[in-house]
């Protein structure tokens, strides 16, 4: 891996549970020539975490793990385009949960930021894991920045100890990344006068393209929920829906993927409909892009957000998106260009919206529009900006 240019050395360091959205931004940090190091923090209960699907013992492995050593044999050959340009890609390898090992770990990646020499270092989101490596950064504190990717606790997410720990955070770290201007004005109140934040944009997930077995053309059946079941995700307000959306198209199909937490359980789990698919599990990479690119449409109907993830995965698998007019969401989605906004989180509006969708045959030029989109660089034009003003303003 090399990279040209004589801009500024940057180590980014992220976690599995954000590395689609990661890789996007480490390939555009890298076509702008920045000289980017990436650290990607893994530990076991993270082997099969986002996009990841790695079957292996992280006992036999070293705390900082080439990517280039192993992209084979854990079977990342998708990954690597991401990487091409940068410096150095490495894995810091947690193989278990003591202390003391965390600690050992934690010293060996300081050592080699240290050896890099870098004018930033670039968290995206904290762990508790990075609590260990508070000395180090309170005296490299100068470089630091952090991305937010939700300045609030989702409902029914609530967990103390990631409060404690990020207002910690909060007080060291001078400049921050949101992604909405939406989690800018959460996040303003919750720091002091002095820090600077700046908004960028989350891209299409383009990674889950590559989870498809093959390209053939498929029927889109489906409205689909997909993603982590939480009471926030409001998929009731979807579920409420489908009784008026069957008597208007009764060969309608509608799809609901993904994990209950926290022992949420939804009447809906049991649901006993033809017309309905219910899948109440962790959904491997290669289920969520297959059920994508099986809809017609795939429908986020949350009642509280600051952005979502679903949206780039829906846009990289080029389908587009129904959202409700709640937090960030909108500043996602063009209106009956790359997708449609329900103007309240209600049953009746969002079975309105998804009524005009269809009625009114929408699928096929949003389908377009979105594919487009992929192509447009419309998102990389944002970030290119906003990095420049990042990563050279005092």
Same mark, same amino acid.
């Given at each position: 891996?090399?990279? %040209? ?9 992220? /976690? ?7 890789i ?18 893994l ?43 940068c410096?150095?890609?490495?894995f810091?390898?947690y ?7 965390t ?25 508790s ?5 508070l000395p ?10 952090a ?7 989702? &409902?029914?997410?609530?967990?103390? #100890? ?18 909405s ?8 109140p /919750?720091?002091?006068? &002095? ?12 990674i889950?393209k ?11 059946d ?7 079941? &939480? ?8 579920v409420?829906?489908? %009784? ?9 199909k ?5 994990k ?20 109440? %599990? ?15 449409i ?10 979502s ?15 409700t007019?709640?937090?960030?969401l ?6 009956? #260009? ?30 377009e529009?979105?594919k /487009?989109? /992929?192509?447009s660089n ?6 290119k ?10």
């Amino acid at each position: 891996m090399n990279q %040209k240019g004589n801009l500024k050395t940057i180590v980014f360091c992220t /976690q599995v549970y954000f590395l689609d959205a990661a890789i996007e931004y480490i390939q555009l940090l890298t076509l702008k020539g920045y000289k980017t190091h990436v650290l990607i923090e893994l530990s076991p209960n993270q082997l099969k975490a986002n996009i990841l699907n790695i079957d292996v013992d992280l006992t036999q492995y070293p705390a900082l793990t080439s990517f280039n050593l192993i992209v084979k044999d854990w079977k990342l050959e998708n990954l690597a385009p991401y990487f091409k340009k940068c410096v150095s890609v490495n894995f810091v390898v947690y193989p278990t949960k003591k202390i003391w090992q965390t600690k050992r770990v934690s010293n060996l990646m300081e050592k080699h930021i240290s050896k890099i020499k870098p004018d930033f270092i670039h968290l995206d989101d904290f762990s508790s894991r990075t609590v260990f490596s508070l000395p180090y950064y309170f005296f490299n504190r100068e470089k630091l920045i952090a991305n937010i990717h939700d300045p609030l606790t989702h &409902s029914g997410e609530f967990q103390w #100890s990631r409060e404690v720990y990020r207002k910690i955070w909060f007080n060291l770290v001078g400049k921050f990344v949101v992604f909405s201007e939406y989690s800018k004005k959460i996040l303003e109140p /919750q720091l002091r006068k &002095s820090k600077k934040i700046y908004v960028l944009s989350l891209m299409p997930y383009t990674i889950y393209k590559s989870f498809l077995q093959n390209n053939k053309m498929v029927i889109r059946d489906y409205i689909s929920f997909v993603g982590r079941i &939480s009471p926030y995700k409001g998929v009731e307000l979807f579920v409420g829906t489908f %009784k008026g959306l069957k008597r208007n198209f009764p060969n309608i199909k509608f799809y609901i993927g993904g994990k209950t937490i926290n022992g949420y359980e939804p009447y809906f789990l049991n649901l006993d409909d033809k017309n309905v698919v219910v899948e109440n %599990k962790f959904l491997s990479n290669l289920e969520i892009a297959e059920i994508i690119n099986k809809s017609k449409i795939v429908i986020c109907p949350y009642i509280d957000a600051t952005q979502s993830g679903v949206v780039m995965t829906a846009y990289g698998l080029g389908c587009p998106v129904l959202v409700t007019n709640t937090g960030g969401l909108p500043e996602y989605v063009i209106h009956n #260009s790359t997708g449609v906004i329900s103007v309240e989180a209600t049953e009746d509006c969002i079975e309105s919206t998804l009524n005009e969708y269809l009625q009114q045959n929408k699928e096929e030029r949003l389908l377009e529009n979105v594919k /487009q989109l /992929q192509y447009s660089n419309r998102f990389e034009k944002m970030n290119k900006i906003k990095m420049d003003e990042l990563y050279n303003c005092n």
